[in-house]
């Protein structure tokens, strides 16, 4: 099983800030890892398909990138709609697996 | 946009057997492969396994042996069953869709606790 974790596990942010989280495989997964936005008492949204092709809809301030075992999801000049946690997810190998959640609290 | 809503029993008794649908709406079943995921209150997501309309499956080994996951492509709905739960199996489960074109889970329904209970 491929385990993917999550850097960093919490982020504390003041609006118009950079935040890069990461997420790291255990072996090469290509680029098939997907990120995902989940707001309290709601399900997961996608927000980014294959590594870096952004979902319908997400804004262009959300970008992705990465390939192979480490890859980033960079949410520039944040919004206050943007606390969240987010979590990673690989489809390269099953069982597909998650990461454990980067939280994104806005200061 | 294609909608999706699980329904099924919130509480269930240890031993028993968890029975959930998931409806889709506003799109066929048709073509598509389809998912369950869990998550423990408070905790991270797990893949349960995933279907296709066809009948083919997929389930997480870690959970294989209590779980099936069917599909009725005429009510345009599939189902999770998983066998002897215990507290353990107590989640918020969700339906997912699997993306046209790649393995990615574009449109997920919202959710439905279940609590594993006597």
């Known amino acids: 099983e491929i385990v993917l974790t999550q850097s960093p596990d919490f982020q504390s942010v003041t609006p118009k800030e950079k935040v890069t989280i990461t997420c790291r495989a255990s072996?090469?997964?290509?680029?098939?890892l997907h990120w995902y936005q989940q707001k309290p008492d709601q399900s997961p949204k996608l927000l980014m398909k294959?590594?870096?092709q952004s979902f319908s809809g997400v804004p262009s301030r959300l970008s992705g990138s990465g390939s192979g075992t480490d890859f980033t999801l960079t949410i520039n000049s944040l919004e206050a709609e943007d606390a969240a946690t987010y979590y990673c997810?690989?489809?390269?190998?099953?069982?597909?697996?998650f990461g454990q959640g980067t939280k994104v609290e806005i200061k | 946009q294609v909608q999706l809503q699980e329904s099924g029993p919130g509480l269930v008794k240890p031993s028993e057997t968890l029975s959930l649908t998931c409806t889709v709406a506003?799109?066929?079943?048709?073509?598509?492969?389809w998912s369950w995921i869990r998550q423990p209150p408070g905790k991270g997501l797990e893949y349960i396994g995933y279907?296709?309309?066809?009948?083919?499956?997929n389930y997480n080994p870690s959970l294989k042996s209590r779980v099936t996951i069917s599909v009725d492509t005429s009510k345009n709905q599939f189902s999770l069953k998983l066998k002897s739960v215990t507290a353990a199996d107590t989640a918020v489960y969700h339906c997912?869709?699997?993306?046209?074109?790649?393995?990615?889970?574009?449109?997920w329904g919202q959710g439905t606790l279940v609590t594993v209970s006597s």
């Open positions: 997810l690989q489809t390269r190998s099953l069982p597909w697996t």
């Open positions: 279907i296709f309309y066809s009948g083919s499956t």
């Open positions: 506003g799109g066929s079943i048709n073509n598509y492969y």
């Open positions: 072996q090469s997964i290509g680029s098939s």
């Open positions: 294959d590594a870096s």
């Open positions: 997912a869709r699997i993306g046209y074109g790649g393995w990615f889970l574009d449109y």
